[in-house]
C-alpha cells in the first residue's frame, strides 16, 4: 500500500479535526495536546512551530524528540487496521495517534488513553 500520500498530509491542516472531534464529544484541546504531549515528546511551543511550519506528518514524526515509550500498550483496530500489527512504523505513529484521538471522543479516561 502506497502511504506517501498520508506522510504528505500537512499536520496543521489535519490538528482542527482532531480538536474538532474532541470538542463534539465534550472533550478539549487541551487533552487533544496531552496526547501529542504525551505520544511526541514535543511541547507547546514546538507543536506550535510545527503548526506554523506546515509541517507534514512524515516531518511532524520524524522530528518528535521522543515516542513515548509505552506506545506498545496502544492496541485494537482503527481505520480497519490493528495498531499493533502495522508494518510501516511511520503509518503505525500516524494510526497511534488517530486512535487515542478516537479513544478520547469514546469517552475514555485520560489515565486510560495515556496507558498509565
Known amino acids: 500500500m502506497d502511504n506517501t500520500r498520508v506522510y504528505k498530509m500537512v ?14 464529544k465534550g472533550r478539549t484541546k487541551a487533552e487533544v495536546d496531552e496526547i501529542l504531549f504525551w505520544l511526541t515528546g514535543y511541547d507547546t511551543q514546538t507543536l506550535q512551530q510545527h503548526i506554523d511550519n ?16 509505552n506506545v506498545s500498550k496502544i492496541t485494537g483496530v482503527i481505520c480497519g487496521y490493528r495498531v499493533e500489527e502495522i508494518e510501516d512504523k511511520l503509518m503505525q505513529k500516524v494510526r497511534y495517534l488517530d486512535k487515542l ?11 486510560k488513553i495515556l496507558r498509565k
Open 11 to 24: 499536520f496543521a491542516s489535519v490538528y482542527p479535526l482532531y480538536i474538532a472531534k474532541a470538542e463534539k
Open 54 to 69: 506546515k509541517s507534514d506528518f512524515e516531518t511532524f514524526f520524524a522530528q518528535a524528540p521522543l515516542l513515548n515509550p
Open 101 to 111: 484521538i478516537d479513544e478520547l471522543a469514546k469517552g475514555k479516561t485520560m489515565d
